[in-house]
């Protein structure tokens, strides 16, 4: 009886043992998915940290170049307006040099009609 006795306590602690063998595994099985997971979790962050610093690289580079064609805008404005000021002043001396033209004109008609009528008072 104490043969028997001690052969189910041997075949309960074989299946104890057992038991904590498998679970051992078991927890091992999951520290290894649980570190895959954790490094590609970890190169997924690495990459996307490249890329915003690529993003943000670029985000300055545009920046700049935003500015840069800010201010050659500001240039071109500021030399378009220059140059539609010096075509108002030209517009304006074209038009008092025409008024002066027509009233050339004017004074030379009237001094052909002058001419004319003094040249025919004097042949009568």
């Known amino acids: 009886m104490e043969e028997t006795l001690k052969n189910r306590i ?14 051992t595994l078991r927890s091992c099985s ?3 998915e649980y570190r895959r997971q954790r490094d590609k979790e970890i190169a997924l962050r690495f990459d996307l940290e490249e ?4 993003i943000t690289q670029e985000m ?7 500015k840069t064609l800010t201010e050659e805008l500001d240039k ?10 010096a075509l108002e002043q ?12 027509d009233k ?21």
């Not at 300055?60 to 935003?66: D, G, P, R, T, V």
């Not at 008609?109 to 042949?123: C, I, S, T, V």
């Open 10 to 23: 041997i075949l309960i602690l074989v299946i104890l043992a057992l038991i904590f063998f498998l679970t």
């Open 90 to 101: 030209e517009r304006l001396i074209n038009q008092s040099l025409k008024e002066e033209l």
């Open 30 to 32: 999951d520290v290894q």
């Open 51 to 54: 890329k915003t610093n690529k």
């Open 104 to 124: 050339l004109s004017r004074l030379k008609d009237k001094l052909e009609e002058d001419l004319k009528e003094a040249l025919a008072a004097k042949k009568r």
């Open 60 to 66: 300055a580079k545009l920046e700049e170049k935003i």
């Open 76 to 85: 071109e404005k500021q030399a378009h307006s220059i140059t539609q000021n």
